[in-house]
């Protein structure tokens, strides 16, 4: 990056000499004058004609991710100078490499120069890591920083289901691994897979093995298309390049916001990525994968057959020893004559006290008998009855009583309702006929509104309404034919009139002789005085 800042040539004509100051002359030069937008131009076309395309090689520092306008800025530093760097929005975008604070690279671009700072930078069009060394302190930086927020955490694992039905793959189609998944677990528990096929290297196998794992589980339970119960990522061996879409951070968030189970299969046992860090399970090969994602269908069946046959031999010694304490209990049971010995003597000893029994109770029955029959003579009776009549005439005398009590009660309680009564009805027929004649006056206001607003009132001032045959209402002349039925109100009655000859045209004011002679000719033509009916506008 050093070169010899060449003097460029200039002609005469780009320049012009100042003129002399009378006051205060200066030595004669025969330096041009520069503008400082003129001397920065130069500098810039030297710079980039000197240096062209150059590699880089630095530690980034400063990045803190795109400005707002897309545009990339940081440096390139070492242990002794600093390069200011710049990417532009659609360069940034096609990096394969994206820049991250504390990264070695060699950043592949062209030197220029920054007029408004007077400083160089470099405009980087390609990023790579400086070394295996560079790579792997990304990715430990990557894993730091994932591990503090908690992406790694044992407690957040979860473990596969024992059978699942159904097994998800994330992986190329074409290469040798999806065969072998496919050949372990047919050997060992057919399962039905759903692969989802990506690539598992270059610029877009980051984007889309996470895009896999999403879609995975953006899949609906019970739908068309059957929701995987565990996943497997896996690919193949390779170099550390070849496997850093796998340490991608966009991988590693979309296996840990996995809500199915994921087994990470990436490369061989000595090769770690992040994913695998991320994952439920991490498996060495993809083969260990799948022998992880199911059991072996014929030691299940095996097993399954030890555990009937010990089942069933548990379940007869259970029954033989439970048949065997049934009988050890039955022996210790006393036999049924035992049992029913003292009963037996004793229904005989109450057998043979039965008849003297039941000859003593029959004796103290007749005895209480005589004793109240003693008590129920006549004379015992008449007195009993008297008591009893006695006590019937002091209830009927105390009911009396009471009787008049309440007619008394009911008496004196008719009197004061029929005396408020009579007071309410006082009271009463005053506001009534004031209610009336409040009524009669509203009524009569509003006769006399009607009769202002009637237009009968109109009539009988000497006007007249004219009506067509239909009934409505003729407010002009012009609304007349020649020969037309009329009817004509007055406040007297009604006559009919027929529009003679001579009525105005339509449009024409009627004269107000004619409509006095219309008008008196309607009356006779009503009444039947002449036999010759008028017009109604005649002059």
């Known amino acids: 990056m050093t070169g010899a800042l060449p003097v460029p040539a200039f002609r005469k004509s780009d320049y012009h000499s100042p003129m002399p100051d009378t006051l205060s002359e200066s030595p004669a030069s025969n330096a041009p004058d520069w503008t400082v937008s003129e001397l920065s131009g130069a500098l810039k076309r030297t710079v980039e004609e000197s240096f062209g395309h150059v590699r880089v090689r630095g530690e980034i520092s400063g990045y803190r991710g795109p400005h707002s306008s897309g545009h990339a800025y940081f440096s390139l530093k070492d242990a002794s100078a600093r390069l200011d760097a710049v990417v532009w929005k659609g360069t940034f975008n096609r990096l394969r490499l994206k820049p991250e604070e504390g990264l070695e690279v060699v950043a592949i671009g062209r030197i220029t120069t920054f007029p408004g700072k007077s400083s160089y930078q470099i405009v980087i069009e390609q990023l790579e890591f400086a070394g295996a060394g560079a790579i792997m302190a990304m990715l430990e930086e990557r894993k730091r920083r994932l591990a503090a927020e908690g992406l790694f955490d044992g ?106 189970p994921l087994i990470a299969a990436v490369g061989h046992e000595t090769d770690v990525t992040l994913i695998d860090f991320a994952a439920d399970l991490r498996a060495p090969t993809p083969t260990a994968a ?66 003297r029994a039941l000859k003593a109770n029959a004796g103290a029955h007749r005895l209480r008998l005589t004793r109240l029959e003693g008590r129920l003579g006549p004379e015992r009776l008449g007195a009993v009855i008297e008591r009893r009549r006695e006590r019937f005439g002091l209830f009927a005398s105390r009911l009396s009583s009471a009787l008049r009590a309440n007619a008394n009660a009911h008496r004196e309680r008719n009197a004061r309702s029929r005396e408020r009564l009579e007071g309410a009805h006082a009271r009463l027929r005053p506001s009534f006929n004031r209610a009336g004649a409040e009524r009669r006056r509203q009524l009569k206001a509003l006769e006399q509104l009607m009769q202002a607003l009637s237009y009968k009132g109109v009539l009988a001032r000497g006007y007249a309404l004219v009506r067509d045959a239909s009934g409505e209402p003729i407010h002009a002349a012009r609304q007349i034919a020649a020969g037309q039925a009329l009817e004509i109100e007055f406040h007297d009655g009604r006559v009919t009139a027929v529009a003679g000859e001579g009525a105005p045209p339509p449009g024409a004011p009627p004269s107000r002789r004619g409509r006095r002679s219309g008008a008196k000719g309607a009356g006779q033509a009503g009444t039947g005085q002449q036999e010759t009916q008028p017009s109604l506008f005649e002059t």
Do not use: C, Y
């Open 155 to 260: 407690a957040r694992k979860r473990r596969p289901p024992f059978l699942p039905r159904v097994i998800g793959v994330v992986t190329s189609p074409t290469g040798a691994v999806i065969r072998d998944i496919l050949h372990r677990l047919s050997d060992r528990f057919p399962r039905h897979v759903l692969v989802w096929p990506v690539r598992v290297q270059g610029d877009t196998s980051g984007a889309e093995v996470a895009a896999a794992i999403r879609g995975f589980n953006a899949i609906a339970p019970g739908g068309p298309i059957p929701r995987p119960d565990v996943l497997i990522v896996a690919r193949g061996g390779g170099s550390l390049e070849d496997l850093l879409g796998f340490s991608e951070e966009i991988v590693v968030r979309a296996a840990a916001e996995s809500a199915i």
């Open 290 to 355: 799948a022998e992880m994602a199911v059991p072996v269908r014929g030691e299940l069946l095996a097993e399954i057959g030890s555990l009937q046959a010990r089942l069933g031999g548990a379940l007869a010694r259970a029954t033989e020893r439970r048949r065997a304490e049934l009988r050890a209990l039955g022996r210790l049971l006393p036999s049924a004559d035992t049992l029913l010995a003292v009963p037996r003597q004793r229904l005989d000893v109450a057998g043979q006290r039965l008849p």
